[in-house]
Structure formats: structure tokens, C-alpha cells
């Protein structure tokens, strides 16, 4: 089983910035793509990054409305992913969710952390 906790949301005005952190615990297989997904009041969750675990392979994406703004990145030593937002408008208001997806065995797991607000207003 593994948990998520997320931290570092809170209120900025726009053109400010913001660091989410999401430590991860528990069973992590090594085959896994970390991500970072928002669901704002009214519209459907989306994701905004994804990183993968070296021995996924792959590469890191983003959604259109946030390059080069956000970057997201991870410390495998630590099983904590990262997303570092610039530029923050007040459109990136919304509950951002940190997201494991793993394969084993060719059976995928799933785990969602509890999420964590960020506000962009003046």
C-alpha cells in the first residue's frame, strides 16, 4: 500500500510562485510515473505533469497551459516528487493532487494523495 501527502499549496498573487512536494510511502515499485493532476470548482480533474521512474522510461510532459511555467521533478532517494510553478495565473487556482501510477507484473496500481489548494488572486 502506499500513501501520498502533499504540502506547499497555499495563496499567492499572480505572477508569483509556488513549490508543491509530495513524499510517497510505503510498497513503491520501481516501475512507476509520478504526476501532479488539478481539479479547479466546476471542471474535471486534469493533469498538469508526469515524470517517470527510470526504469519506465518515457519523459516528462506537461499540460499545454503550463509550459514553461511549471517543472516538476523527483528525488528517488527521498520518494518525493516536486512541482515548481512560476508565473502563477489566476486560472492555476485549484486543487492540485499528487498521482502514482506502478506496474507489476503487468498489474497497474494507483494511488492519489489527499490534495492540497493553491490560490492565485491579488
Known amino acids: 500500500q502506499v500513501q501520498l501527502v502533499e504540502s506547499g499549496g497555499g495563496l499567492v498573487q499572480p505572477g508569483g510562485s509556488l513549490r508543491l512536494s509530495c513524499a510517497a510511502s510505503g510498497s513503491i515499485f520501481n516501475r512507476n510515473v509520478m504526476g501532479w493532476y488539478r481539479q479547479a470548482p466546476g471542471k474535471e480533474r486534469e493533469m498538469v505533469a508526469t515524470i517517470p521512474s527510470i526504469l519506465s522510461g518515457g519523459s516528462t510532459d506537461y499540460a499545454d497551459s503550463v509550459k514553461g511555467r511549471f517543472a516538476t521533478s523527483r528525488d528517488n532517494a527521498k520518494n518525493t516528487v516536486y512541482l515548481q510553478m512560476n508565473r502563477l495565473k489566476p486560472e492555476d487556482t485549484a486543487v492540485y493532487y499528487c498521482?502514482?501510477?506502478?506496474?507489476?507484473?503487468?498489474?497497474?496500481?494507483?494511488?492519489w494523495g489527499q490534495g492540497t489548494q493553491v490560490t492565485v488572486a491579488s
Open positions: 498521482n502514482i501510477k506502478m506496474l507489476r507484473f503487468g498489474t497497474s496500481y494507483e494511488t
